[in-house]
C-alpha cells in the first residue's frame, strides 16, 4: 500500500507538473497573442494618424482654392457690375438726348425722367434696377 500511495503520489506530482506545465505555455501565448494585437493597435493607430492628416492636408488645400476661386468672382462681379453701370449710365444719357429731341418742350422733367427711365429698363436693364438703389 505504502507503494501504491507513493505511485500515486508520484502520478499526481507529474500530473500536477504538465498541467502547470499547460498553463505557463497558454499563459506565454495569450500575453504574446496580447502584445501582438497591442502592437497591430498601434501601427493601426499610427497609420489612421497619417491618413486623418492627409485628409486635413488635402481639405485646407480645397478650403484656400475655393477661397481663391470665391475672391476671383468677386473681383469679375465687381467688373461686370461696374461696365453695366457704364453702359447703363450711357445709354441712360443715349435715352435722354434722344427723347429730349424727339420732345422738346412737351413734356415736364418729372414725365421726362420716367420716360427715360422706362425705356433704359425696358430695353437693357430689366433686372438689374436694385443696383442703383
Not at 508520484?10 to 497591442?38: P, T, Y
Not at 497591430?40 to 489612421?48: A, F, G, M, S, W
Request: aromatic share 12%; net charge neutral.
Amino acid at each position: 500500500m505504502k507503494g501504491d500511495l507513493e505511485r500515486i503520489t508520484a502520478e499526481v506530482a507529474k500530473i500536477k507538473d504538465s498541467i502547470q506545465e499547460e498553463c505557463d505555455r497558454v499563459h506565454g501565448g495569450v500575453r504574446l497573442d496580447i502584445n501582438l494585437e497591442k502592437s497591430r493597435i498601434k501601427d493601426e493607430t499610427v497609420h489612421l494618424h497619417s491618413l486623418v492628416k492627409e485628409a486635413n492636408a488635402r481639405i485646407d488645400d480645397e478650403i484656400s482654392r475655393l477661397q481663391e476661386r470665391n475672391d476671383q468672382m468677386k473681383t469679375d462681379l465687381t467688373k461686370t457690375l461696374g461696365s453695366m453701370k457704364i453702359h447703363f449710365i450711357f445709354s441712360l444719357f443715349m435715352n435722354t438726348v434722344s427723347l429730349q429731341r424727339e420732345h422738346a418742350g412737351t413734356y415736364s422733367y418729372v414725365s421726362l425722367f420716367s420716360q427715360i427711365f422706362y425705356h433704359s429698363f425696358r430695353f437693357h436693364f430689366p433686372c438689374v434696377w436694385f443696383i442703383f438703389w
